[in-house]
């Protein structure tokens, strides 16, 4: 879309503006400070509830800053997802999320260096890992199992609130 024009709205006008930017296009100092920033505010904005519940769930620091390692490498503008490498696939998100902390056990118990083992570089161990084991591998088939888990806990949940609001609605009459 280089060198074409979108349309955008401005108080209720419509307006045609020049596409600035394409894949590849190069970055000016002042651009890329600008989408360092948005990307910043983006993950910040994103993560915050992560965080929240984190806390709330007593989730230790540098286990929140590994998870906002992962989500941060994972992340693309204009791409709406909760990360994991995986868009809309919940068991492949969960298998990536356990083979990166596979990842960083084992570093840590091989005592290597951890600041040459970024978010990338375990993120793409992990990643090797589930394809060596295949689709149907250990990993896969424990986040297969365990999302399937949580769709029946969930299904129950919601008949038992569903009986308690019609409990309720019953009383009330």
Do not use: C
């Amino acid at each position: 879309m280089a060198n074409g024009y979108e349309e955008i709205t401005i108080q209720g006008k419509t307006f045609k503006v020049p596409v600035r930017y394409s894949a590849g296009h190069q970055l000016t100092e002042g651009e890329a400070g600008a989408l360092n920033q948005t990307y910043h505010e983006n993950l910040r904005n994103n993560f915050a509830k992560k965080v929240n519940e984190g806390d709330e769930a007593g989730i230790t620091q540098e286990v929140l800053q590994q998870q906002l390692d992962d989500y941060a490498n994972d992340y693309q503008f204009g791409v709406r997802t909760g990360g994991g490498g995986f868009r809309g696939d919940p068991v492949m998100t969960l298998a990536m999320n356990i083979a990166r902390e596979m990842v960083r056990q084992a570093i840590k118990s091989k005592n290597l260096d951890q600041e040459q083992w970024p978010a990338q570089r375990v993120s793409a161990a992990a990643k090797q890992l589930i394809d060596s084991q295949g689709e149907n591998g250990k990993i896969v088939a424990t986040a297969r199992a365990q999302v399937e888990a949580e769709k029946a806990a969930a299904k129950e949940a919601m008949q038992a609130v569903s009986e308690m609001l019609d409990a309720s609605a019953q009383a009330a009459q």
